[in-house]
C-alpha cells in the first residue's frame, strides 16, 4: 500500500491529467470546453497563491537587506515605499474606491503608472544597450570566418536599428540601406535559425511531456528509479 501511495497513484494522476490535457485540445465537446474552464480556474487559484508566496519572498529579502543593512539598503525602502504608494493610490482611487471605473480623466495610480513607473522601465531597458554592446564587443572576436560572419552581423544589426543609421545611408544613396539590411538578416538567416531551435525545442518538449506521463520520468517524485 506505501508504494501503491508513493508512486503508483501519482503516476496515474499525472498519466489522466496529462491526457486531459491533451484531449482538451482535440476533441471538440462540450465536456472538454468546461474542463478548459476548471483548469484555467484552478490555474487562477494557484497563480494567487503563487503571488503570495512571491511577495513573501520578496518582503523577506528587502527587510533582511534593510535590518542588516547590507548593500544597496536605502533601494530596499525604496520598494516598500512605491509599493505602499501605489497600493494606496489604487485602493483609494480618487475616492470612489477599489474595483470601480473612475467617471473621466486619469486617477492619481495612472498618472503614478505613466509617469513615473514607464519612464523608469525605458531608462532601464536604454541603459541595457550600452550593457549590450559592451558584450558583444567582449565576446564576437574575429578568430575565424564564423566568429568575423557573427560579428559583421551583429554589428550591421545593432548600426540598423539606431536613427543614425538613416544619415550614414544617404552617403551610399539610399537612406534606408542598413535598415534593409537588418531586415533581411533579422527576416532571413536569424529567422531561419530562430525556427530551428523552436522546433527543437518544442520536440524535446513533446519527448519529455511523454517520458513523464508514461512514466519513465520520475524526478518529480523525489528521484525515485
Known sequence: ?????????????????????FAQE???HPIAHDFTEAMTT????????????????LTHLHVTRIRQQ???WGYSMFVFLGAGVMIVLGVWNDGVGPLREVSEGKTYFDWGYDYIYVPCQATIFSILAFFMASAAFR??????????????AAVVVMFGRVPVSETV?????TPDVFTNATDF???????????????????GGLAQSLRILL????SYLGGQD
Open 139 to 152: 565576446t564576437f572576436r574575429a578568430r575565424n570566418v564564423a566568429a568575423a560572419m557573427l560579428l559583421i
Open 185 to 203: 538578416l533579422m527576416n532571413g538567416p536569424n529567422l531561419a535559425a530562430k525556427r530551428g531551435i523552436i522546433l527543437g525545442v518544442s520536440l
Open 42 to 57: 484552478c490555474f487562477k487559484i494557484m497563480g494567487g497563491f503563487a503571488m503570495i508566496l512571491g511577495i513573501y519572498s
Open 70 to 72: 547590507g548593500p544597496g
Open 215 to 218: 512514466g519513465i520520468e520520475r
Open 1 to 21: 500500500m506505501s508504494f501503491f501511495k508513493r508512486l503508483t497513484l501519482p503516476l496515474l494522476i499525472v498519466f489522466g491529467i496529462g491526457l486531459l490535457g
Open 26 to 28: 482535440f476533441v471538440p
Open 169 to 173: 545611408g544617404r552617403w551610399f544613396g
